[in-house]
């Protein structure tokens, strides 16, 4: 979820809270396998698919081993691919801007998220409620992209609020200690606040936006990686699309490697899994072909320049490598 959208502070180095797992190499007598450093965000979206692809040996079969690292958000990953320390990693829809601004190749999308709320203490029950109050966000995160829209509905601004730019851990902290009034935030971690603070109230949702703006996460890659190793990159993808085909076959089994990956207990990661919608294999390629994941990028490039983020966008006939994608499918 975000880039500090755009400070993100050089706040890179230790965030990488580096969860180490290692695709094996190796397989049936082949060369030496090529290296992959993947990035993750510690949660459903971000994890299920390397969850999946290290318990069915996916990075072995496509001649590979992998290294994940752990982060607390996409930008800091976009960041990382832009110095060369990170070959792949995973955004969620509020750092779609970077991408689209040419500072990485979205590879392929992923699911669409339904996780994120504009959360406010006990007693509110309304946007406009929120006027002149204190509204805590990470910055260029989708939770700042869910604050964004709620405001605009109610006709508001962020003018019209004292907007407190946030990391995750500290939201969490800063609401339950009524710190602050109001959050752009997401699940899992509302139903960590939900346990101190079990009267909040969810003012906007992703699904208030439906038919106006949808919310794909997304695997992304460094700019020199595709151009320079596409081998790589379509061994790369092959993985993900043979880890997308078993987590729509196997979504329980899914949740269960995912919890095992992240440690956490299995009902977490169920709860986290039921606010996402999960795109197949299938699913993909179509929506690639005819026009709707252009079209999903292009609402979202308008959505940024409304906002100042991006000034302008490469298009995402040049930020989304659809073919490489669908192409990594065939024989």
């Not at 982060?71 to 750092?95: H, M, S, V």
């Not at 606010?275 to 179509?286: F, Q």
């Amino acid at each position: 979820m975000a880039i500090s959208k755009r400070l993100l502070g050089g706040v890179i180095a230790g965030l990488v809270a580096a969860a180490t797992l290692t695709g094996c190499g190796g397989g049936s007598g082949s060369a030496a396998s090529d290296e992959v450093r993947f990035g993750y965000i510690g949660d459903f979206n971000g994890a299920s698919l390397l969850a999946v692809a290290e318990d069915q040996g996916l990075w072995a079969e496509h001649g590979l081993t992998a290294e994940t690292s752990a982060f607390t958000n996409g930008p800091l990953q976009i960041q990382a691919l832009g110095t060369g320390d990170l070959d792949f990693g995973y955004i969620g829809p509020g750092a779609m801007w970077l991408p689209a601004s040419g500072q990485a190749k979205v590879v392929a999308l992923n699911t669409l998220g339904n996780a994120d709320r504009v959360i406010a203490q006990p007693g509110t029950t309304s946007m406009a409620d929120l006027r002149g109050k204190t509204i805590g966000v990470p910055q260029g995160t989708s939770g700042d992209m869910i604050l964004t829209l709620a405001l605009r509905q109610a006709g508001m601004t962020k003018n019209d609020v004292k907007v407190m730019h946030m990391d995750a851990s500290t939201i969490v902290s800063a609401f339950s200690a009524e710190r602050i009034d109001a959050a752009g935030f997401w699940y899992p971690a509302i139903a960590t606040i939900e346990e101190q603070v079990p009267g909040l109230v969810e003012l906007a949702k992703n699904s208030d936006f439906a038919g106006q703006v949808e919310f794909p996460t997304a695997f992304v890659a460094g700019n020199d990686v595709v151009a320079e190793q596409p081998d790589k990159t379509r061994k790369v993808l092959a993985v993900l699309r043979d880890a997308m085909r078993y987590r729509s076959e196997h979504p329980d089994r899914t949740i269960e490697l995912t919890a095992r990956l992240l440690d956490v207990d299995e009902a977490q990661v169920r709860a986290d899994a039921a606010n996402v919608k999960v795109l197949g294999v299938d699913e993909l390629d179509r929506m690639t072909e005819d026009g709707t994941v252009e079209r999903w990028l292009s609402v979202m490039d308008d959505y940024f320049a409304g906002t100042g983020q991006l000034q302008r966008s490469v298009g995402p006939g040049n930020y989304y490598t659809g073919e490489l994608f669908t192409s990594a499918g065939r024989p």
